[in-house]
């Protein structure tokens, strides 16, 4: 059998090209502070055979060296330590935020929401299986109330508390089966969240971390075609044992509250292919191109997963229907500073953006630009600023003034701070100004706090 002892959970667990390939060190609060998941399936070491010592380990050694020491509930008196060993991996985090609009936007309001995170990792040869397998769920609970809609904006001002879905929810968003076939080549299947797999360093995330802006979490370029979650599968080329380029077919339909796989693909499908570079600087950077295909057919006001379209009160014609809608796009990094201590405490810049048809897609252009990571003395907090624009195409212009909304490309901007009270605890102010779409609406201050927990 060819070797794939080197492939782990925390390499082979992404579909975007610039997951990995040049991207050390990734300044963002999981990699300062790494999960057991990025700790316990480094290096070599032999698997044991399924839950084997799950109940003869040591505790108290378990207790002054595991990773999970920087969670709220700790290693479970040395079992959470010997189920990793063994290939289970358990995580979540509870985020609270307490977000509001101070000013301009379409209403001035504050409001209390929150968002938990379940995750389940499965290195299939640690668990008595076979080699090259894994396996990975994440779920998500919804609840409480948020301002996106009251800022006016079409991107979220608070992605995370997008998803799954409207109102007080749960869902499983990504159940994804991975099989590594060489140190070079894997293949995957499942329910994706997509958003989990477009990584960025310095920029990017889901909300609880980093920024909090859609406008500066992910790439808007795509978003008429690709789902937030659907079901898919792709093939994933690997470098030195880290995605470099990757090719994806996945259902046109989003499926973030559902796992009805009887009409896959009864309504189209979308292509996604992206590779990577490393960039030739002393530092480490890489840049990244791809694009996407959609087959579905569209309006340009359908239902997207990220965008929110203002509430039409006038009547308008009939909109035309268009087949196929496709973007291209680019992802880029570099890192300025690193910590001589630690080369993954850092800081540097990012930018993403690309270009789409105009017409399905709602967008002719995106482009977003930051700087991010540590900071230098305090390398457990971590900061961010960032600014956005959303390019709105001329069809969705023409079309929402027939419906009485003179309309604008909006931009914003992201200041946040996110402070590591304890290992497990993370507490962030987060300011943003944004300048609406619609063109009545004057730009919106958007404050808050989020306070995360690791369990």
């Known amino acids: 059998m060819i070797p794939l002892r080197k492939l782990t959970l925390a390499g082979i667990t992404g579909l975007s090209a610039s997951l990995s390939y040049g991207q050390e060190p990734k300044a963002t609060n999981s990699v300062l502070n790494p999960t057991p998941i990025e700790v316990l399936t480094q290096g070599d070491a032999a698997p044991k055979p399924a839950l084997q010592s799950c109940l003869d380990s040591d505790p108290k050694a378990k207790e002054e060296v595991s990773p999970f020491m920087s969670t709220l509930t700790g290693n479970w008196g040395g079992y959470r330590d010997s189920l990793a060993q063994n290939g289970f991996i358990f995580r979540g985090d509870l985020t609270q935020f307490y977000q509001g609009v101070a000013s301009g936007g379409k209403t001035n309001q504050f409001e209390y929401g929150g968002k938990l995170n379940y995750y389940v990792d499965i290195d299939g040869q640690k668990a008595g299986l076979w080699e090259g397998l894994f396996i990975n769920m994440h779920a998500e609970t919804r609840y409480g109330e948020d301002v996106n809609k009251a800022s006016g904006a079409l991107l979220p001002v608070n992605l995370a508390s997008k998803f799954p879905g409207d109102g007080n929810l749960t869902a499983i968003t990504s159940l994804k089966v991975t099989q590594g076939l060489s140190e070079n080549l894997a293949v995957y299947a499942g329910k994706i969240n997509t958003l989990d797999e477009d990584k960025l360093t310095f920029g990017g995330g889901i909300g ?17 075609a690709v789902p937030y979650s659907t079901f898919g599968t792709g093939v994933v080329f690997l470098v030195d044992h880290q995605p470099a380029a990757a090719i994806s ?16 693909f009864s309504k189209g499908a979308v292509i996604v292919a992206e590779g990577g570079l490393p960039l030739p600087f002393e530092k480490p950077g890489s840049v990244s191109i791809g694009g996407v295909y959609s087959t579905r057919t569209y309006t340009s006001l359908d239902f997207d997963s990220y965008l929110l379209f203002p509430q039409l009160n006038r009547a308008i014609p009939v909109l035309g229907r268009e087949t196929g809608s496709w973007s291209v796009f680019y992802k880029a990094s570099q890192t300025l500073w690193t910590s001589c201590e630690d080369p993954k405490n850092a800081w540097g810049i990012f930018s993403e953006g690309g270009v789409a048809d105009g017409n399905p897609s709602p967008l002719n252009n995106f482009f977003n630009f930051g700087i991010s990571g540590s900071n230098p003395y305090a390398t457990k ?4 600023l960032g600014y ?16 009485g909304l003179n309309v604008r490309d909006e931009q914003g901007f992201e200041l946040f701070y996110n402070c ?3 290992p497990w605890f993370h507490l962030t102010p987060d300011v943003q100004l944004v300048l609406p779409t619609q063109s009545k609406q004057e730009a919106a201050c958007v404050i808050g706090l989020r306070a995360k927990l690791d369990f």
């Not at 077919?249 to 896959?264: G, R």
Request: hydrophobic share 50%; proline share 2%; aromatic share 10%.
């Open 208 to 224: 609880i971390d980093n920024f909090m802006s859609g406008g500066l979490t992910f790439n808007a370029t795509a978003l008429r």
């Open 249 to 264: 077919v996945f259902d046109a339909v989003d499926h973030a509250t559902d796992s009805a796989v009887n009409n896959l």
């Open 381 to 384: 907090d971590t900061f961010g």
């Open 388 to 403: 956005f624009y959303l390019g709105l195409s001329g069809p969705i212009k023409g079309t929402l003034a027939l419906a």
């Open 420 to 422: 590591a009270v304890t």
